[in-house]
């Protein structure tokens, strides 16, 4: 018999209150798969990325600035995340529910990212050359936030 409560490790903290949000959700589902026998698959999306997002996400900034010829204001760029496109997160998706009979009945968690880590720095680069900029990045001109996570990657 299961117990009424998830365990989420020491890789789940809740340092905002979006973080708990997420968590507190999580645990919602949980009690409603044990409640009504359910599967339900809970995709844990790293740092998507492409066309339709907030303008105001990294990503959407950085285009907008190069393509504009304008600089770009950024932090030293050391944070490692797990840059995703959003097209090969929803082909993601779509796969994990062609296996949705596979699962047992309860919640499975499953990681949407590419598993591998590259620093704001050079994801910024790779972009800005790939759309022919000709503004600059500058780097530190932004402070970290507080609550900054240095490195954010799936374990895929």
């Known amino acids: 018999k299961r117990t009424a409560s998830i365990n989420f490790g020491s890789t789940c903290l809740n340092t905002t209150s979006y973080a708990a949000s997420k968590s507190a959700f999580l ?4 009690s409603l798969s044990e409640e009504e026998k359910l599967k339900i698959i809970y ?13 105001n996400n990294f990503w959407p900034a ?17 944070q490692i995340r797990d840059f995703i496109h959003v097209n090969e997160v929803a082909k ?3 796969s994990q529910l062609k296996k949705i009979e596979e699962i047992p009945e309860g919640i499975s968690l499953k990681n949407v990212g590419s598993g591998m880590g590259i620093s704001l720095k050079d994801f910024a680069l790779k972009n800005w050359v790939k759309w ?4 600059k990045i500058k780097f530190g001109s932004i402070g ?3 609550n900054e996570m240095k490195r954010f990657v799936s374990k895929i």
């Open 92 to 94: 993601k998706l779509v």
């Open 144 to 146: 970290y936030r507080t």
């Open 62 to 78: 950085l285009k907008k600035a190069a393509l504009s010829g304008k600089d770009f204001n950024m932090t030293q760029g050391e």
């Open 132 to 135: 022919n900029a000709r503004g």
């Open 43 to 55: 995709s844990r999306i790293f740092s998507a990325y492409g066309e339709g997002q907030n303008e």
């Open 27 to 30: 645990q919602l589902l949980y």
